[in-house]
């Protein structure tokens, strides 16, 4: 008896934690840790009211144009000045303050989208999805738009099907920005031999076409060619954003995603030994559509979901499951889900390096913490060094121990649990609050430490950095 509760008490911290995004103080771990999970399925709001409240991209793409116009008048009065005066007063960025503004409200409601969440499990899959198809703030034209492309893109799809997920990324406006395709155009277009005539040269950019096929969807090294990556560009040629080029023939009916068929290059296209005749959008679409459901995808897919939710190392078995579900079902994201919950290699696995998104969360979940604001949240997980919508690569941010364990990472984590914890200790009981976060799998060692404290914050903050608190 004694056994099984204690096995119980650790399944349910492993729902909190390795499926979900920590434990909330005061609330009891779910009784029926896989049913709690399935459940969640079923009730998930794709549009809490925190996240209903932002801007949406077709709003942002009028705001963008505007802030460029905006730059542009700033840089020719800029320049009159120098002429005029000799002295060169530096451009205004101004109009593009607005935009970083958005992107702090964004990054404020997801934060407390993730704290007030009834669903942890379906929200970390929300995480998990935007940072496998990652945008970057690094580039200023997608600034105002990451927090849009999560919760247009990806939250409405997250548990329905890959392919429809798909198609949203790859047509939102942040997509297209980040990754150049707005500037793509098809050496033989309509517009590319006018501009030749005049002796303008306009290019393809294959930036997008090479990371669908390595990223988003085969992975690296899985049959494709370079030749493949620049006849999928030409298929792609066409894809932009309406409402931002300042050419009456690209700007399109509205802001938002547009196919411009005067900048499409025209004919047939061979990807990976397959022809593919269609006309104008079709075209990539037809593309998109197979590579959806092609056996590499699967594998991709299978092998980054088991690494996340398993092991930095994937076990075999698990992504062999993931992937036949994902091939039997087309893509069908709520069964992988189940297969997941199912999994013996979740529940029994080791625990996994907590990243400062998935620490922070935890920490504030655990202590009460509902909200912060888009400022706060936003310079904190600078400080730790996982900027919100913004890796270094649109590989996304890095899902394994030896990118977050580090000696610097580790201490400004410590900083910021003592801040959380003079903040909140009032109340909390730290050694009753590790017991009911992590049953019996927490150590001696915390055990005692936490019990040896002067002071309930520096009992709470030894919790809140301990080596069980910084896994999961």
Known sequence: M?????SGMQNGA???NRFGLGGIGGAAPPA?????????????????AAIAGQKGSAELVTMLREARDGRRENKAAAQAAETGSGQREPPELAPFRELREVYLGAVGARTQAALASETPFVERLVHFWSNHFAVSVDKLAVLGFAGAFEFEAIRPHVLGRFSDMLNAV????????YLDQAESIGPDSLLAQRAGARGRE???NENLAREILELHTLGVRTGYSQVDVTEFARALTGWTVGGLAKQPLLRGPGPGYWFAAPIHQPGSRTIMGKRYAQQGEAQAQAVLDDLARHPATARHIATKLARHFAADDPPPALVNRLEQDFLRTGGDLKSLCQVLI??????????????????TLAVLRATGIRALPGKTA????QQLGQAIWKPGSPAGFDDTAPSWAGPDALYRRVEVAQRVAERTAAGIDARALAGQLFGGSLSDASRTAISRAESGPQALALLLASPEMMRR
């Open 2 to 6: 004694g056994h099984s509760r204690e």
């Open 14 to 16: 492993t729902a909190l």
């Open 32 to 48: 029926d840790p896989p049913s709690w999970l399935a459940g969640q399925l079923t009730r998930y709001d794709p549009r809490p």
């Open 170 to 177: 790859e047509r939102h406006p942040a997509m297209l920005l």
């Open 202 to 204: 306009r290019g393809l």
């Open 342 to 359: 199912a999994a013996p290699e979740v529940w029994n696995g080791a625990p996994k390096f907590r990243t400062p998104w998935d620490w």
């Open 378 to 381: 936003a310079g904190t997980f």
